[in-house]
């Protein structure tokens, strides 16, 4: 009954260890850090502009566009910071460039950077949020796991001791019967044993 007790609490044990023994994570790869992007300075194009310099600045116009596209995949967030500074400073300045630059290239460049469309920051604090909601999901999903396993244990263990109890007590009747029948069979021998001694 006691080697039984110990190979149902074995068990049980073994269970509680197979769930807490699992390997860790992979590490997450290793990315590259991004490619940085040197931007045109604010200040540069604001030289230009006080320089009236038409052809300067069409180019340097044309080249904060280009690192602008080429911002917005890598920091969105400065890249909208950077273009509202030009456009700020380009819409501030408009009668100074229209001044010396008129209605050429230059125009057709600023036309060009104040018509670009607002950019999108993503929201890192929504995503943020939705994986940890989605790892505490996880982790409730493994403790119920846990708490299913470490119940059908304690209903393996239960199982077993009822079925120890019964072959005990099975065995305990097989005992008893047996002890009556030599009890029986002591009791008739001695009866014809007297018999005997009388008959003769």
């Given at each position: 009954m006691k080697k039984l007790f110990f190979v149902a609490m074995a068990a049980v044990a073994m269970t509680f260890t197979a769930c807490t023994d699992k390997p860790a994570a992979p590490a997450a790869p290793e990315t590259e850090p991004a490619p940085e992007v040197e931007l045109v300075g604010i200040d540069s194009i604001k030289t230009v502009i006080e320089a009236a310099d038409s052809t300067t600045l069409s180019t340097l116009?044309?080249?904060a566009q280009s690192k602008i596209d080429q911002l917005k995949?890598?920091?969105a967030a400065k890249?909208?910071?950077y273009l509202a500074s030009l456009q700020a400073?380009?819409?501030e300045n408009a009668e100074k460039i229209k001044a010396f630059a008129g209605t050429g290239a230059v125009a057709t460049v600023i036309d060009a950077v104040n018509s670009l469309p607002e950019i999108e920051v993503p929201d890192v604090a929504a995503a943020a949020d939705e994986a940890v909601e989605a790892a505490g999901e996880a982790v409730k999903d493994a403790a119920e796991g846990a708490k299913d396993a470490a119940e059908g244990a304690v209903d393996a263990v239960k199982d077993a001791a009822g079925d120890a109890a019964q072959?005990?007590?099975?065995?305990a009747a097989e005992v008893k019967d047996a002890?009556?029948?030599k009890a029986a069979e002591a009791v008739d021998a001695a009866a014809d044993k007297l018999k005997?001694?009388?008959g003769k």
């Open positions: 116009l044309t080249e995949g890598i920091d890249a909208k910071e400073l380009l819409k072959a005990a007590a099975d065995k002890a009556a029948d005997g001694a009388l």
